[in-house]
Every structure is written in C-alpha cells, then in structure tokens.
C-alpha cells in the first residue's frame, strides 16, 4: 500500500550501527525467544506517531529480514483503526484492553494523546508485554502515575523503551564516555533545546474527518481519559497537541528529545529544583506555550539549560543533531564538549583573570552513526529477546526527564521553582 511505504532513504542502513549499539547494553536473565520466533506488535494509537512505528515495524519484518509482525492494532477512532489494520492484515481493537489479552501479541506500541501514555503502559505491564512508549510518558499533570509506572516496570522485569529515537545516535554514547573518562573535568553547565517554526505539529495536525461525533465510530470517552469532561470538540479529539489538558507544548512534546541525551551522557537523575519560563508569543490559536525554557539545576552542583520556540528555527551555530534539537553544549571545569561540523569536539578551557587554562589540548572524533527510528527498534527488539531491560532508552532515563519536563511546567503554571525531594521522590511546589 502507498500509504504503509517508507523514504528509501530512511532505510538505507547499515546494519553494523544496530549491531554496535547493542553490543553495549550488556543481557540479563530470564526466559528468552528463539532466534526464529515470530514477535507479534500490537499497536496502540493509529494516528501520525503509531504509522511512523507500523511503517519501521513493516519494514523490519520485510526488507529488514527481522522475525517480526504487526499483529493488532487498537483506536478510539474506528475509521483509522480499520484502515491500518486491513493495511497491514492485523487484528484491529476498538478497546486497547482487549488487545492487551491477545495472545498474539507480544509486544506492545503506545503512540496515543500523552495523558493516556501512562495508563495503557501500566495496563501492558501488567498483561505481561514488553512496552515501547512514546514520549512523554506521562502528561505534564500526572508526576504520581510517572513514578508509579517506573516503579511497575521496575518490579515486573518487562522489557521497556522510550520512544526518544535520538538515543539511537551514537554521539551521546561517545560523549558519555568521554565525559566519564574526564576530558572536561567536573561537569558544570549544559545548554541544549528545540527550535523550530510553525506550529504544524499542533494546529496542524490532521483532522481526519471534521463532521465526526461520538458514537460506535469514535469514543470520546475513552479519549478523555482521566482528563476534564468536557463536551465533544471535533479539534480537541483530532488536535489535541493545542490542548493542555492533553499535552503540554514544547515542554513535554519536543524537550525530551534534547534533554534525554544530556541527562543520560552526564549520568544524571532528578532535578534539584527547576524554573519553567514562555507562554504563546506567535501562535495564538492554541492554550498550550509556542515558546518555553527551563532550568534545572542538579544536586551535583550543575545546571542544564533547555531552550526553544516553534516562532523561529535557526539554531545555534553549531547546528542541529536530529529535526529541530540544538546541538549541546557540555561545559566542565577543564573544558567543553559538543559537536562540530559532524564530529564531537573538545575544546580546552582557556586561561581567564588567574584561573589556569586546561593542560589538554583540542580533540575530534568521529561519530560513528545518527539517529535511526528503524535501527533503534531493531535494537529494541533485541532487548526483547534476550529479556534485557537495558534498551536505548530505558524507562529509568524516561523517568528521571519527565520529571524534569514535569517540574518545570508545574512551575510555569503556578508561578514558582519546583523542587524535588529525592528521598521521597516528590515534586514541592
């Protein structure tokens, strides 16, 4: 079907990239899958996000020579379930509950409204399934449920991954290394962000049928979830980016991307307080912010600084490293470390009013791969089959960045720095 087919160019890979990727994740024990067996997917959310993943998962099983299949498919809009389904001779649910009970399915997509990521990846959990979850992993409200969740995944040993497909890019790993190994010395700033211009991922989200209402077709409950009821809103279904009661702006839709590198590469977890600043300052026709900036600040004595707007999409002068995500910067006590004309570049600290310059001197290195969504789910299926929980983008990295995104948002809207109690894993405002 042309709708089902991908940019040749996407695909076009090596398959020794995915290969070195997952050699570094190390395996765990447990029951694992024959080499040969058939993983079943079920996808949950046929919508922009869950075609993107059928399309890589398509490919995987066909092209990509993966023992893989989409077995089912579930959405609360039943003309969009039907045409993915029959697209791809899958099972097609109207309830994600009864998906979660087939026995076909191994394997678990999650790719709906944000405020519903967390229940359904619960909900799957407990089925028994590995979970591949679209970020967020929860809505910017729900810090409670995020805990909750890592805590679930955590005791039931499930296979879990974050759908920040940019950890796939072997950049971060080679800086992580880097930064361990003590090229920059103590670590002490970081700047990183999102920029783009036009607000098509909220605005301009597709209405599939603007004379749709609630009924066999479309259940409007089930998409509301534990959000405010309100009455039917043809662009609250269909949109619901523009909305906060469903999502929560470049904040939690477009940050995790740029801040899940420098977290994982500086070996973080939570915030020690955070300052959410924006607000719609092009794009009036929506309640969720066109601009928004964090800082957080870590109890190892450093800050990281997300900034972005969908009002203007030059980045810095490094650059961009995936779609609209500014190029970090990663600054230590003996130096910085970020990206230059394609290679991971050090730069020494210079002398400054006393203060000895760094005895090292400037480096580049080769990045090895970028980002690749079909390589980060071979990869991701390889972690199901050895039963190994350290995927690319674990559920304790996911974790530890939205409750970042989350402090900073609940900061925003009440006006204060959000603080974070780490003992008892609480967000204080």
Not at 34 to 43: E, H, Q, S
Not at 72 to 93: C, E, H, L, Q, W
Not at 246 to 260: E, K, M, N, R, V
Not at 332 to 349: R, V
Request: aromatic content about 10%; glycine content about 10%.
């Amino acid at each position: 079907m042309s709708d089902n087919k991908l940019n040749r160019r996407q695909f076009i890979r090596k398959a020794s990239a995915a290969a070195a990727a997952f050699a570094a994740l190390g395996t765990t024990g447990g029951k694992s899958y024959g080499a040969n067996d058939k993983l079943g997917v079920g996808f949950i959310g046929a919508g922009g996000r869950g075609n993107s993943h059928m399309q890589s998962v398509h490919w995987l099983a066909t092209d990509g020579k993966e023992a893989v299949r989409i077995a089912a498919i579930s959405d609360t809009f039943k003309p969009r379930m039907v045409k993915a389904a029959n697209g791809y001779n899958a099972k097609p649910y109207s309830d994600y509950r009864d998906l979660l009970k087939d026995p076909n399915v191994d394997i678990v997509c999650i790719a709906t409204p944000d405020h519903l990521h967390g229940y359904q990846a619960l909900d799957a959990i407990k089925a028994g399934k590995d979970v591949y979850c679209e970020k967020p992993l929860t809505h910017w409200r729900q810090f409670d449920l995020t805990k909750r969740l890592a805590e679930e995944v955590k005791k039931s040993g499930r296979v879990f991954q974050v759908g920040t497909q940019g950890l796939f890019d072997s950049a971060w790993q080679q800086m992580k290394k880097l930064i361990q190994d003590g090229i920059i010395g103590k670590p002490i700033h970081a700047e990183c962000g999102y920029f783009r211009v036009g607000d098509w991922g909220e605005r301009g989200m597709p209405i599939d049928n603007p004379s749709a209402k609630p009924g066999p077709d479309l259940n409007w409950e089930a998409f509301l979830g534990d959000s405010p009821r309100r009455d039917f809103d043809v662009s609250r279904y269909f949109r619901w980016r523009m909305y906060e009661d469903y999502a929560g702006g470049p904040c939690t839709d477009l940050f995790p991307h740029s801040l899940a590198p420098v977290v994982y590469m500086l070996g973080l977890k939570w915030p020690s307080s955070a300052v959410g600043t924006g607000g719609k300052f092009r794009y009036e026709e929506r309640e969720v912010p066109d601009t928004f900036n964090m800082l957080l600040d870590y109890p190892e004595k450093l800050t990281i600084a997300v900034l972005g707007t969908q009002g203007n999409n030059y980045k810095s002068a490094l650059g961009a490293r995936g779609a609209g995500c500014n190029i970090p910067l990663i600054r230590g006590w003996e130096g910085t470390l970020t990206i230059l004309n394609n290679e991971i570049a050090f730069i020494p600290q210079e002398a400054e009013y006393g203060v000895n310059a760094s005895k090292s001197k400037p480096q580049r290195l080769k990045i090895e791969h970028g980002e690749d969504q079909v390589e980060f789910w071979r990869t991701f299926l390889r972690c199901c089959r050895e039963k190994n929980p350290n995927t690319l983008s674990t559920m304790d990295l996911g974790y530890y960045v939205q409750t970042a995104c989350q402090m900073a948002y609940m900061g925003f809207k009440a006006g204060k720095t959000a603080k974070f109690d780490a003992e008892k894993q609480q967000i204080i405002l």
